[in-house]
C-alpha cells in the first residue's frame, strides 16, 4: 500500500530563513510525488509536481523539491522564507495523475509552518 | 474562469439522514475525486473518477457513494452519515497540467 510520512508537525522559521520540509513516501512502483499547501482563506493549492526526469523539480511561490529514490523522500525546499509563505503543507504520493490515467493520491498528515519576524 | 464549486459550503445534519455535496467544474476536466480533511491526519481521498460512469476507490471509501454521469458534476453521497463523517470536504478537478480544488464543504453529523 502507498503512503507518505512527514515527520514534523510543526516547524517555525524566522523571515529570510531557508525552509525544508521533509517528506518520505511508500510506493510500490515510479511513484508521483507532489507537494501541496493551504493556506487560511486561499485554499488548497499545488506548489510542484515530480513525474520523471530532473530529480529537481522547481514550482510556484519559489520552492523546489528534490526526489531521492534512494532514500524514499522527497523534500520541500525554500532558501528564502516569506512571512506569507505560513501555511500547511502537504505531500502526497500517486499513480499517474496529471497524465491521462486514472490514479489514487495518498497525502501525508501535514507540516504547518510557521513565519517569525 | 476556471472553478470547481462545491454545495452547499456548510451543513449541519443528523445521524441517517441522506445527503448529497454536490461538486461542479466548468473545464471539461476528465479527472475528479473527493477528499476529506481531518485534524492531524491531513487528507486523504475518498474515491476518485477518470472519466464518465469511471469511478474508483480511494483511501477512505467506506460510508460513501459517488457518480459521475456527467463530466461536469461527481456528486458525493453518504447514504446514511454518521457523526465519523463529521469532516472537511473538498472536491478537485485535474488536467494534464492543472489541479482545482473546490472551496470545500464542511459537513457536521449529529
Known amino acids: 500500500a502507498q503512503s507518505v510520512t512527514q515527520p514534523d508537525i510543526h516547524i517555525t522559521v524566522s523571515e529570510g530563513a531557508s525552509l525544508e520540509l521533509r517528506c518520505n513516501y511508500s510506493?510500490?512502483?515510479?511513484?508521483?510525488l507532489f507537494w501541496y499547501v493551504q493556506s487560511p482563506g486561499q485554499g488548497l493549492q499545488l506548489l510542484l509536481k515530480y513525474f520523471s526526469g530532473d530529480t529537481l523539480v522547481q514550482g510556484i511561490k519559489g520552492f523546489e523539491a528534490e526526489f531521492k529514490r534512494s532514500q524514499s523522500s522527497f523534500n520541500l525546499r525554500k532558501p528564502s522564507v516569506h512571512w506569507s509563505d505560513a501555511a500547511e503543507y502537504f505531500c502526497a504520493v500517486g499513480g499517474a495523475l496529471f497524465t491521462g490515467t486514472a490514479s489514487k493520491l495518498t497525502f501525508g498528515t501535514g507540516t504547518r509552518l510557521q513565519v517569525t519576524l | 474562469e476556471a472553478q470547481v464549486t462545491q454545495n452547499p459550503r456548510y451543513l449541519i445534519t443528523v445521524t441517517g439522514k441522506k445527503l448529497t455535496v454536490t461538486c461542479s467544474q466548468n473545464m471539461n476536466h476528465e479527472y475528479m475525486s473527493w477528499y476529506r480533511q481531518d485534524p492531524g491526519l491531513g487528507l486523504r481521498q475518498i474515491y476518485y473518477?477518470?472519466?464518465?460512469?469511471?469511478?474508483d476507490k480511494g483511501d477512505v471509501p467506506e460510508g460513501y457513494k459517488v457518480s459521475r454521469k456527467e463530466k461536469r458534476n461527481f456528486p458525493l453521497i453518504l447514504e446514511s452519515p454518521s457523526p465519523n463523517q463529521t469532516s472537511l470536504y473538498f472536491c478537485?478537478?485535474?488536467?494534464?497540467?492543472?489541479?482545482?480544488f473546490g472551496p470545500g464543504t464542511r459537513l457536521t453529523v449529529t
Open positions: 510506493y510500490g512502483a515510479t511513484p508521483y
Open positions: 473518477s477518470m472519466n464518465v460512469e469511471v469511478t
Open positions: 478537485a478537478s485535474t488536467s494534464n497540467r492543472k489541479q482545482y
